[in-house]
């Protein structure tokens, strides 16, 4: 099944301590992205690649990291989580002009 | 002004009724446009794909674009409770990125 991964679905985590959400997709897209959702600001992006080792800066970057070392992976880091990154979390592929396919989403929550 | 407006709703329709969702946008450079369905505490889905102007009709959806007016319509017949979601409108240039701009969404009720 044609699909994008992300893990974990839930997280928890504490200010500063550093962590990893996952993404891998199956599809041997080319574009990947990740956003986050919060009440009333819609969908903002943080970053995206457009291929391996390839990486852009999307609307509210600050915070986060990303790489692109496969074309299946593209992992989120949050080096020193904050509060203010408490949201939700998608990762989306996509090939050319298509339209994206999103993850199922993760939850974060920064106490 | 943003580029992309979208009427956040809630948006109530009995069962069985012609469902219009829309959105503006201010880029004359957007060539392809998209609608995507979201239900509550999933990913949103792609629903609706189409390029430039013209219309696109998927079973009992019809997406419309209006590139001189700057607008685009979903159109939802004969509407179903689990068509309550949230539906998104996105759009992107020809070339380049072709990064998508999100409109906030708007949020569907459909009681029966």
């Known amino acids: 099944e044609a699909q994008v991964t992300q893990n974990p679905r839930y997280l928890i985590t504490v200010t500063g301590k550093k962590l990893t959400v996952t993404c891998s997709q199956n599809m041997n897209h080319e574009y990947m992205s990740w956003y986050r959702q919060d009440p009333g600001l819609g969908l903002r992006q943080i970053y995206y690649s457009m291929n391996v080792e390839v990486t852009d800066k999307g609307d509210v970057p600050e915070g986060y990291k990303v790489s692109r070392k496969e074309k299946r992976n593209f992992p989120l880091i949050l080096e020193s989580p904050s509060p203010n990154q408490t949201s939700l979390y998608f990762c989306a592929s996509k090939q050319g002009p298509g339209g994206y396919t999103f993850g199922s989403g993760t939850r974060l929550t920064v106490v | 002004q943003k580029e992309v407006e979208q009427d956040p709703g809630p948006l109530s329709v009995p069962e069985g009724a012609i469902v219009s969702l829309n959105c503006t946008y201010s880029?004359?450079?957007?060539?392809?446009f998209m609608w995507y369905r979201q239900y509550s505490r999933k990913g949103p889905e792609l629903l609706m794909y189409?390029?430039?102007?013209g219309n696109k009709e998927d079973g009992r959806f019809t997406a419309q674009v209006d590139k001189s007016s700057k607008y685009i319509s979903l159109f939802i017949r004969d509407s179903q409770p689990s068509d309550s979601a949230t539906y998104l409108c996105a759009m992107s240039p020809s070339g380049g990125s072709y990064i998508p701009t999100f409109g906030r969404g708007t949020s569907l009720i459909v009681h029966p």
């Open positions: 880029n004359s450079a957007f060539q392809y």
């Open positions: 189409t390029y430039s102007s």
